[in-house]
């Protein structure tokens, strides 16, 4: 089973700043697999970025996704108060699981 | 507008069983892969089941399998979870997810059905 470790487990930062979550995967994982979520309490998660980089449909240009193999990475360019929320990464592999990280809280300094 | 709407939670007992249904609309439900995604209380995402968009490939965690059965009528748009044999573990918020075969992420949830496994 592949393992997805997030870091850091909260990340404390100020309105403006830029945030960098990253999501590492026990074995390569395919980017087109690759996919990122935010949770605010109380809601459904919401799909942010799929195939690694690619924003889904109404997602502000605010949030990026890079990296391949088992390194990953999201980015927050400019930190909104409506951003402060817990992340989470997510892959599917080939033997026909979905796994998804631990989890990053940002939270407002 | 994309809807998801799950229903039968409750309180079961240890053992027993008990079904969530997941409506949707606002899409074309029988050309999405349909999922089921829980959180414990407090705790992070984690996959239960999916099944294709005909109902003929179901997919389960370990930690389900042989005591869970997802299914689907595209005729009423629906998906159900079936969940016999609960366990205190299996306390969760459930999340029902589509998804675009093929492409592994979940793009729309609906709200949530919590489900508590307590005598």
């Known amino acids: 089973e592949i393992v997805l470790t997030q870091s850091p487990g909260t990340l404390s930062l100020s309105p403006g700043e830029r945030a960098t979550l990253s999501c590492r995967t026990s074995?390569?994982?395919?980017?087109?697999?690759l996919a990122w979520y935010q949770q605010k309490p109380g809601q459904a998660p919401r799909l942010l970025i799929y195939?690694?980089?690619s924003r889904a449909t109404g997602i502000s240009d605010r949030f990026s996704g890079s990296g391949s193999g088992t390194d990953f990475t999201l980015t927050i360019s400019r930190l909104e108060p409506e951003d402060f929320a817990v992340y989470y990464c997510?892959?599917?592999?080939?033997?026909?699981?979905?796994?998804f990280g631990q989890g990053t809280k940002v939270e407002i300094k | 507008e994309v809807q998801l709407l799950e229903s039968g939670g409750g309180l079961v007992q240890p053992g027993g069983s008990l079904r969530l249904s997941c409506a949707a609309s606002?899409?074309?439900?029988?050309?999405?892969?349909m999922a089921w995604v829980r959180q414990a209380p407090g705790k992070g995402l984690r996959w239960v089941s999916t099944?294709?968009?005909?109902?003929?490939?179901?997919y389960y965690a370990d930690s389900v399998k042989g005591r869970f059965t997802i299914s689907r009528d595209n005729s009423k748009k629906t998906s159900y979870l079936q969940m016999n044999s609960v366990r205190a573990e299996d306390t969760a918020v459930y999340f029902c997810?589509?998804?675009?075969?093929?492409?592994?992420?979940?793009?729309?949830w609906g709200q949530g059905a919590l489900v508590t496994v307590s005598s």
């Open positions: 997810a589509s998804s675009v075969p093929g492409s592994g992420s979940f793009d729309n």
């Open positions: 606002g899409f074309t439900f029988s050309s999405y892969v």
């Open positions: 099944i294709s968009v005909d109902g003929g490939a179901t």
């Open positions: 074995q390569s994982v395919s980017s087109n697999y």
């Open positions: 195939g690694a980089s």
């Open positions: 997510q892959q599917y592999d080939y033997s026909i699981r979905w796994t």
